[in-house]
């Protein structure tokens, strides 16, 4: 086994059987298989197993990457799964980081789901959470327990929605317990036909709590926040609709803030176009901040840094004065083909308090596919959007389809881990081209 290892690790071995492969398949005839993304908002939902053989570049290391990974759909059933194996091309061994514990077994299994978020009357996903939101954001936004790749956390969404009432829930770690939270709303005029659009007014109420002991260097190690909100349709004729919307929230032992937004869109116009816009004005109070359990929370949450440890919680101790900002959200795709996702907040006056989410993918165009995720904190001027630093997630692929089942991927992942020895989190950098064979089911 080690000398074949060993065999596989050598670049020039690598390198000729790989152009071996790619020769020989743009001998085959082309097809028509897609590639699927397990992204909530930009998934397929088309069944795919996919196995390859790529070079993957971390942190200056280099690595045979062999791989299998699928994203499975039977009906309203899904399941995600990530084999990696990872070779290093200077020792022949495979790469401990990544199977040195049981969550990095269990981790093979990426999630397991059942129906569609907001779209089925129920919705459960365990596993990986990329995009959890709570009602319209203000307390929980594009949530990811992704944000360390190499410890991703096995959490749960589980949602039920019915005519008069509905449940979001949503724990971010099954092996401490750490983030667990949910929203429940009411239409109490729902089965009151004749007053027309009245009878959609929706009042829900959010709680959520992070138990870790990484929260806060206070006495009381957690941090809760809860709050209420309204919503009350403005327009729901044909494709178009509209409503305007209220959230109120407290962080319990600091500050609360509220915000009025409207939203307002066409949906599935003949299933060729949808398109959502909101727009957002925040008054925030002292010692609170908006959308607190964001894409950034398990990077900004607890930090070894040189100054030393670095809370959020701590943070809002030094928000003294009150604030008002604003937050934009657009979204929409064409022909289900191309779909986009964007998301700016940005505080009054207040030097680099911008936050950018980005969201992108080309299912199909051609042979070419694409995939991109992009997240952006501490933005000031337009210069700083696109800085990749400490303050920086992105992921990224790019795939090219061969034939009815060989794709040729790179795929570029910027995200987080903790230092072993000196406990800070640091950026880390991967780098992975794959020739992949993709089986559509």
């Given at each position: 086994?080690?000398?074949?290892?060993?065999?596989?690790?050598?670049?020039?071995?690598?390198i000729i059987a790989l152009l071996i492969s790619i020769i020989f398949v743009f001998y085959s005839?082309?097809?028509?298989?897609?590639?699927?993304?397990?992204?909530?908002?930009?998934?397929?939902?088309?069944?795919?197993?996919?196995?390859?053989?790529?070079?993957?570049?971390?942190?200056?290391?280099?690595?045979?990457?062999?791989?299998?990974?699928?994203?499975?759909?039977?009906?309203?059933?899904?399941?995600?799964?990530?084999?990696?194996?990872?070779?290093?091309?200077?020792?022949?061994?495979?790469?401990?980081?990544?199977?040195?514990?049981?969550?990095?077994?269990?981790?093979?299994?990426?999630?397991?789901?059942?129906?569609?978020?907001?779209?089925?009357?129920?919705?459960?996903?365990?596993?990986?959470?990329?995009?959890?939101?709570?009602?319209?954001?203000?307390?929980?936004?594009?949530?990811?327990?992704?944000?360390?790749?190499?410890?991703?956390?096995?959490?749960?969404?589980?949602?039920?929605?019915?005519?008069?009432?509905?449940?979001?829930?949503?724990?971010?770690?099954?092996?401490?317990?750490?983030?667990?939270?949910?929203?429940?709303?009411?239409?109490?005029?729902?089965?009151?036909?004749?007053?027309?659009?009245?009878?959609?007014?929706?009042?829900?109420?959010?709680?959520?709590?992070?138990?870790?002991?990484?929260?806060?260097?206070?006495?009381?190690?957690?941090?809760?926040?809860?709050?209420?909100?309204?919503?009350?349709?403005?327009?729901?004729?044909?494709?178009?609709?509209?409503?305007?919307?209220?959230?109120?929230?407290?962080?319990?032992?600091?500050?609360?803030?509220?915000?009025?937004?409207?939203?307002?869109?066409?949906?599935?116009?003949?299933?060729?176009?949808?398109?959502?816009?909101?727009?957002?004005?925040?008054?925030?109070?002292?010692?609170?901040?908006?959308?607190?359990?964001?894409?950034?929370?398990?990077?900004?949450?607890?930090?070894?840094?040189?100054?030393?440890?670095?809370?959020?919680?701590?943070?809002?101790?030094?928000?003294?004065?009150?604030?008002?900002?604003?937050?934009?959200?657009?979204?929409?795709?064409?022909?289900?083909?191309?779909?986009?996702?964007?998301?700016?907040?940005?505080?009054?006056?207040?030097?680099?308090?911008?936050?950018?989410?980005?969201?992108?993918?080309?299912?199909?165009?051609?042979?070419?596919?694409?995939?991109?995720?992009?997240?952006?904190?501490?933005?000031?001027?337009?210069?700083?959007?696109?800085?990749?630093?400490?303050?920086s997630m992105l992921r990224m692929g790019l795939g090219y389809q061969l034939n009815s089942m060989?794709?040729?991927?790179?795929?570029?992942?910027?995200?987080?881990?903790?230092?072993?020895?000196?406990?800070?989190?640091?950026?880390?950098?991967?780098?992975?081209?794959?020739?992949?064979?993709?089986?559509?089911?």
């Amino acid at each position: 086994m080690r000398d074949i290892a060993h065999m596989l690790a050598n670049n020039k071995v690598y390198i000729i059987a790989l152009l071996i492969s790619i020769i020989f398949v743009f001998y085959s005839k082309p097809g028509h298989a897609q590639w699927s993304w397990d992204n909530r908002y930009l998934m397929q939902g088309d069944g795919v197993v996919m196995g390859g053989l790529g070079f993957s570049r971390i942190n200056g290391q280099n690595y045979l990457l062999f791989n299998l990974r699928t994203d499975l759909a039977f009906g309203q059933f899904g399941l995600g799964v990530d084999i990696p194996l990872r070779v290093n091309t200077d020792t022949g061994k495979i790469r401990n980081e990544d199977w040195n514990t049981t969550e990095d077994y269990l981790r093979t299994i990426r999630y397991a789901r059942y129906g569609r978020k907001r779209q089925t009357p129920v919705y459960a996903r365990v596993g990986s959470i990329g995009t959890a939101k709570l009602g319209h954001g203000f307390i929980m936004n594009y949530y990811t327990n992704e944000a360390e790749f190499q410890n991703r956390k096995i959490g749960s969404e589980f949602d039920l929605k019915f005519r008069m009432f509905g449940l979001e829930t949503v724990v971010s770690n099954y092996k401490t317990l750490e983030i667990i939270g949910g929203r429940a709303n009411v239409r109490p005029l729902r089965n009151i036909g004749s007053l027309g659009l009245l009878s959609k007014l929706t009042f829900g109420g959010t709680y959520i709590t992070d138990r870790s002991e990484q929260v806060s260097s206070s006495t009381d190690s957690s941090i809760t926040i809860s709050g209420l909100d309204v919503e009350l349709p403005l327009l729901y004729t044909g494709p178009f609709f509209s409503h305007i919307y209220a959230d109120y929230a407290r962080i319990h032992s600091y500050g609360s803030g509220k915000s009025i937004g409207i939203e307002l869109g066409l949906w599935k116009l003949s299933d060729l176009l949808t398109v959502s816009a909101k727009v957002e004005r925040r008054f925030l109070g002292t010692r609170f901040l908006p959308s607190y359990f964001d894409a950034f929370y398990e990077v900004q949450r607890f930090r070894n840094t040189e100054d030393g440890v670095f809370y959020k919680a701590d943070f809002l101790n030094q928000i003294t004065e009150k604030q008002k900002g604003f937050y934009g959200e657009l979204f929409g795709h064409v022909a289900r083909v191309i779909r986009l996702l964007g998301t700016f907040e940005k505080l009054d006056g207040v030097p680099h308090s911008g936050q950018l989410h980005l969201a992108a993918m080309l299912a199909k165009f051609s042979k070419f596919s694409g995939r991109a995720v992009y997240d952006r904190t501490g933005i000031d001027t337009f210069g700083d959007v696109f800085k990749l630093d400490e303050r920086s997630m992105l992921r990224m692929g790019l795939g090219y389809q061969l034939n009815s089942m060989l794709y040729i991927f790179m795929d570029y992942i910027w995200t987080f881990k903790v230092n072993p020895v000196t406990q800070r989190l640091e950026t880390e950098k991967r780098f992975e081209p794959q020739l992949s064979l993709v089986v559509p089911l």
